[in-house]
């Protein structure tokens, strides 16, 4: 059974690392968790592969009285001053990698969740279920509950979307993302995907954040249409500290004062990530762009950058569609640009 991390709260605004030496043992790292917890402070364990770090968060008072150095096993106590800290480099120098069903997220495979905006009904699934595996990619998204800027515009099948959802992952054996947008709904969506989504526009809705911290799946998280890199972080710390280690984020595009493209695809955030955070990354250049053209030349760029994986919009009829045709790829276009990501994935050490 997967380890929970344990729900922490910062109290005092202080935490510190405690680094413990390479050839300290179990006995050693026992002797420290618990003089840590004796003195009232919350601690989190993170076993790299050379070091075991000990996160240690409480007021400044109980942490300002201890001799940490001074115990067996220890080599240096750090303090974290970045407003994030268990998703930070900083506490956990190793790349996470998201544990998904029998796939993973980061490291050296790169994952492509594809498939349509919103699930529009059974045929329309099935059809881009089939279609994206064929081309290879291994995880299936869409929408069933879609929230839209207009309350005139196709909210999705919901609880239907699921079943469709479902039965699509029986037919193909691709796993699924699709989004949950509220705590009422929340129990449903978590039944039937295997990663949930929280949407751009949820991404500070820190009540569905906690909420979503509690339930034992991986967490998409998209990156708000205005917000800093970190403020991004902020909501992982939510998720994080809340119980759940395995978020993964998502950079869609930001709102800039260009208005040709639907957004601007901040690329630039994926390195940033990687130098800020051991939290695995991906990019969705479907929303990030909002024009198809445009989609497999920043996915490759993407790619480039270092991201763990994409988030394609395809679609059997583009020019049907019920939600975000113009920057969804038809069949043909998405089965040219998997061939182009394998290559580039090849050439830069790395398995599609």
Avoid at 291 to 312: F, N, T
Wanted: hydrophobic content about 45%.
């Amino acid at each position: 059974m997967r380890r929970r991390l344990p729900r922490v709260r910062e109290r005092g605004g202080i935490f510190l690392i405690v680094v413990m030496q390479p050839e300290a043992g179990e006995r050693e790292t026992r002797g420290v968790c618990e003089y840590l917890e004796k003195a009232g402070l919350a601690v989190h364990l993170s076993r790299g592969v050379e070091r075991t770090i000990i996160g240690a968060i409480g007021d400044r008072a109980k942490l300002g009285g201890l001799a940490l150095e001074a115990l067996p096993g220890v080599e240096k106590v750090v303090a974290i001053l970045a407003p994030y800290k268990l998703v930070s480099r900083t506490f956990r120098p190793e790349d996470t990698v998201v544990p998904v069903e029998h796939l993973t997220v980061g490291g050296r495979t790169v994952q492509v969740m594809a498939g349509p905006c919103a699930v529009e009904d059974r045929t329309q699934l099935l059809e881009a279920a089939h279609l994206v595996r064929e081309a290879g990619a291994r995880i299936l998204r869409g929408g069933a509950f879609k929230p839209r800027s207009s309350p005139y515009s196709f909210q999705g099948l919901e609880a239907k979307g699921l079943e469709y959802l479902a039965e699509a992952r029986a037919a193909t054996g691709l796993l699924i993302v699709t989004e949950v947008m509220d705590a009422k709904t929340l129990p449903l969506v978590a039944e039937y995907a295997d990663i949930l989504q929280i949407g751009a526009r949820n991404m500070q809705n820190f009540y569905l954040l906690r909420d979503v911290a509690r339930v034992d799946k991986p967490v998409l998280l998209k990156r708000g249409p205005s917000a800093t890199v970190e403020e991004w972080l902020l909501s992982a710390e939510y998720i994080v500290s809340g119980g759940n280690p395995r978020v993964i984020l998502c950079e869609r595009g930001i709102r800039t004062f260009e208005s040709y493209t639907r957004n601007t695809l901040d690329l630039t955030a994926v390195p940033v990530i990687k130098h800020l955070s051991h939290l695995p990354v991906i990019v969705d250049p479907s929303h990030g762009i909002g024009k198809w053209r445009y989609v497999p030349a920043m996915a490759r760029a993407a790619l480039a950058a270092g991201a763990d994986g994409l988030l394609i919009e395809v679609h059997p009829r583009p020019a049907a569609a019920l939600c975000d045709g113009p920057q969804s790829l038809t069949p043909e276009n998405f089965h040219a640009l998997m061939d182009d990501l394998r290559g580039l994935a090849r050439f830069l050490g790395r398995d599609l």
